[in-house]
């Protein structure tokens, strides 16, 4: 998948999906996040880009704060690490944040229901929030914040203005005039200091505390002031230990609520990462697509993000009528666009985004998106060119099923046009007859026969003005536009049936152009539900927990009980992500009691069942105690 993302520009739509979003930490998550191929996800994402989508339109605007470094802090937290007061205050405009967030969500739950299911179980830290704020001021530990530290900051004032005091009376002196470099009081770190020429630096009764860089200027601490210097000193220490008893005490009340403030930073985050889908579906004026899981695509005027100027927009249809299309045309006249704006509008789709396209438009959730895209035109290069195809397609075979979209380029091409053409028939109808919808353009007459005959492909043209002698960009269904294949097919690895059946089209045209009959694929969906059904056993992701544990319980309610470390512990639904079905990790009829119990009870509730002489004893013993202490009591 990753080949395919690649090829279609889509990491591209994701770097653009990530500027627009405000964390840190949101930014990687969209790095992160993958592409859905469950039908219910993907009409959930698209549901949250609308209602996110909806706020944008009306000019409202969600209150983050202090979300862009959150993740950086919160680690620094969890490490024992006290935060500086800007980091504090910084912390605290996130929690507010919070709170506000909660609120707007409140106030627009009829315009947004998702967004607002997603925000109303944020925990309140409304009395963390409201302490840091008392405490810091001004970027610094305020005097209020201990009685102590108030003490301390006025005694500071009172020695500072008694060590000012005497070095103006000093400066004052007419006797220190001519040794004076400059009638002024420097501080010097927390040393109160006057400059003093060099020369008379040994007349002077005090300590140096400094020398300027050329060594004509020296910075005196007078003795007069050195009792008073000192005592300031002990103050200034006092005052830093009392301010980092403060920081400190603020510090531990965040990591205390540690996974409250992890429920927070999830939920934002997440908000975070919708609103930036909602800011880029905005930008390039998308839609929300219908989606559907029953392979078909119809897509209404649409545009390709990435194309700047005036792109001529695309009407395309697949997977009803017909399940192959075979694109000709004349070269640089849109074929190979028209593919990559299919396969990127449906993977924006699928990502939740968007599209660019006209209301209407319909997408087909895929299992797969497989692409072979090649702009290598080399002549002298065609050999290796062809080699990369056929290497590509290759991997591509082995992958694709029922519900797959493949996308090929100039498919054949690079080789001998008769043996090429021969097996880019073979390789489609192999992708057909394995159930994937295909897409793919060529410039070979055999091939255009081969759509023309197939019941069930179709033949389309990109449309080319013979006056002008330029391409339009328009595709039109229905129309047509005016080597060692097989040994490299086979070296890739190609089925061998396949290569004898290209074998066979050299020198026989009779294509297999009968239409096959496949099964519908029914979508068994409740539109009312919103979320993710688990049963018990399922192994699953918790996002709080950063862990996978198993499913105890769901009962269809908000939040269902997962089993992590030997607990059973309530998570919300939607913190919780599949990794794989219980029927897939354990065999038919598998006792999924015992996942939950240790094999000591597990042998326990065994021998009792099987009647075992000694269970019962020991079940018999039991209840005589019971009977015993109760007769106590």
Known sequence: MKDTLNKLQFEEIKNEVKKRAIGNHSKERIDEMTIQTTLQTVRTRQTETKEA??????NQHVPFMGLTRIDALTAQVKKGLVLTPSELIEYA??????????????????????LYAYSKNMPNLVEIEE????????????????????????QLQVTEKEIQDRLLKFLRHPANKEMIQETMIVQKGDHYTIPIKASYKNKIPGSIIEQSNKGTTVFIEPTAVEKASGHYQLLKAEEIAEEYQV??????ALAEKEYAIDLIIETVTRLDILFARAKYSREIKGVTPIVNKSEY???????????????????????????GLVITGANAGGKTVVLKTVGLLTLMAMFGLQVPADEGTELAVFDGVFVDIGDQQNIENALSTFSGHMHNIAAIL????????????????????????????????AMYEKGALVVATTHYGEIKKFAKDHEDFIPAAMAFDR??????????????????ALWIAKKMEMSPELIQQAQHYIHNKAYQTKKKAFQTLVQKENVKEKLERFSKGDRVFSTIHQKEGLIFEDQGEDTLIFYLDSEKIEVPRFRVTLKRRAEELYPENYDLDSLFTDFKTRKWQRDIERGSKKAHKQLAKEARERQKNQRQT
């Open 398 to 429: 082995g992958k694709i099923k029922r519900n797959t979209l493949v996308l090929l380029d100039e498919i054949g091409s690079g080789t001998e046009p008769n043996e090429g053409a021969a097996l880019a028939v073979a390789i489609m109808e």
């Open 131 to 154: 302490l840091i704020y008392q405490q810091i001021k001004n970027q610094k530990v305020s005097d209020d914040a201990s009685r102590q530290l108030r003490k301390v900051r006025k």
């Open 53 to 58: 989508r909806l706020i944008l339109e009306s």
């Open 247 to 252: 920081l400190a005490a603020l510090t531990g």
């Open 297 to 323: 695509i119809n897509i209404k005027q649409g545009r390709h993000p990435l194309l700047t100027g005036k792109a001529v927009p695309l009407d395309f249809e697949l997977g009803k009528d017909y399940r």
């Open 467 to 484: 006056e002008k002698l330029q391409p339009k960009y328009l595709l039109r269904v229905g129309e047509t536009g005016e080597s060692q």
């Open 93 to 114: 405009d996130f929690l507010r944040s919070s709170r506000l967030i909660t609120k707007f969500f409140e106030k627009n739950c009829y315009q947004t229901p998702l």
